[in-house]
């Protein structure tokens, strides 16, 4: 496509940021609509690989992200109630050559702000709640709750598990809740004084677990993350407040260690799990979609922010590449399902990287290598 077709990207998650950065930088025409009113430092950490650097690479953004977050020193998984040690991961000089990338723990704000300053000024419209799109022939019309009416040649839906676009692609399909609930808080470190902690620990157990990691190298303040069982949750389950004995009711034989860890939390929040089931249409005409609005995962590998800037990589480059969308959208999804696929069933499984096993399939992945050209 030529860099006079107009790109309207729904939603300014990390995997919406991250392809209107690419696409800009290519010399598109980007515009982002966002529905809430501004950026707050809301929500909590997230964990990115070696591929999700070499992204940001492209973007002249990988040192700032290493210098904002943390280079966690492992990945450590231990024994929920006795401590074992089940597996010491060491993401050192020699994980990052190996790899070819960084892996850093960052607060979702954070990275947010740093995605947010390589676009152009006004690129990113807040406040504009898409109702629907509509397909002319050779565009497309958007319609937004305050009455704006915009038009596009390609629309990126990257609206998360709630998708507006999903829902004008398959219809009408409610996220799945999965039977857990996450239980959330980021505190100072400060309250938790001489309690040992790791830079990114999960404490595993029979059918729950806690992530525990540092998001800045100042190691100053605390992500803990756990998923229990609960069926008196569903999909449409608000998230609500909860408080540190959530989290204690919910470990009473924790190790010492993680119940010192616990007792510190602050801020707690709560909120349903969902997923969707794996369905392997991601666009249609001059629509498409990526991230959560078209697989989101359960959180329990940590991948779901890396497969949406990863999205954002190949589908940027497929865009760039192909005169037609159909076309663009369909080499996407060919490089793009497989790998997902693979994230979604090892998420669901709640197995990653529990004991030492193969991770050079997911850590070394290079969303720049797979061939995105018409002879492929």
Not at 46 to 61: E, F, N, P
Request: include cysteine; charged fraction near 25%.
């Amino acid at each position: 496509m030529d860099h006079m077709t107009r790109v309207a990207v729904i939603g300014a998650g990390l995997g919406g940021l991250t392809v209107a950065g690419l696409l800009q930088r290519d010399g598109f025409a980007v515009t982002v609509f966002e529905q809430a009113s501004e950026f707050w430092r809301i929500g909590a950490g997230i964990i990115l690989g070696a591929s999700t650097a070499k992204v940001l690479r492209r973007l002249g953004l990988e040192e700032a992200l290493v210098q904002t977050g943390i280079r966690p020193d492992a990945f450590v998984s231990r024994d929920v109630a006795t401590g074992t040690v089940l597996n010491d991961m060491p993401f050192d000089a020699a994980a990052e050559a190996r790899f070819g990338g960084a892996f850093v723990n960052i607060h979702r704000a954070d990275l947010h702000r740093l995605l947010l300053s390589r676009l152009a000024p006004r690129t990113v419209r807040f406040g504009h709640r898409l109702l629907g799109l509509d397909e002319t022939g050779d565009g497309v019309r958007l319609s937004f709750a305050d009455g704006l009416v915009a038009e596009a040649d390609i629309v990126i839906g990257a609206d998360g598990i709630r998708s507006v676009v999903r829902e004008a692609i398959l219809g009408h399909e409610p996220p799945r809740y999965v039977g857990k609930v996450a239980i959330r808080a980021v505190f100072p470190r400060a309250r938790a004084p001489g309690v040992p902690m790791r830079d990114c620990t999960k404490w595993w157990g029979e059918d729950r677990h806690v992530l525990a990691y540092f998001m800045t190298e100042r190691r100053d303040e605390c992500y803990v993350m756990a998923a229990i069982p609960d069926d008196r949750w569903d999909a449409d389950t608000p998230p609500a407040p909860g408080s540190r004995d959530t989290f204690l009711d919910a470990f009473p034989t924790a190790h010492p260690e993680l119940r010192q860890l616990l007792m510190a939390t602050e801020n707690v929040s709560l909120l349903p799990i969902c997923d969707r089931p794996r369905r392997d249409v991601w666009s249609s005409g001059r629509t498409v979609l990526m991230g959560d609005a078209c697989h989101a995962v359960r959180p329990f590998m940590a991948a779901g922010g890396a497969m949406a800037i990863e999205d954002a990589a190949v589908l940027a480059r497929a865009i760039t590449t192909f005169d037609e969308p159909e076309q663009a959208f369909a080499r996407y999804a060919a490089i793009r399902i497989p790998r997902v696929g693979d994230v979604q069933r090892i998420s669901a499984e709640n197995s990653w990287l529990r004991v030492p096993g193969e991770t050079d399939w997911f850590f070394g992945y290079d969303p720049f290598a797979a061939p995105v050209d018409r002879a492929a």
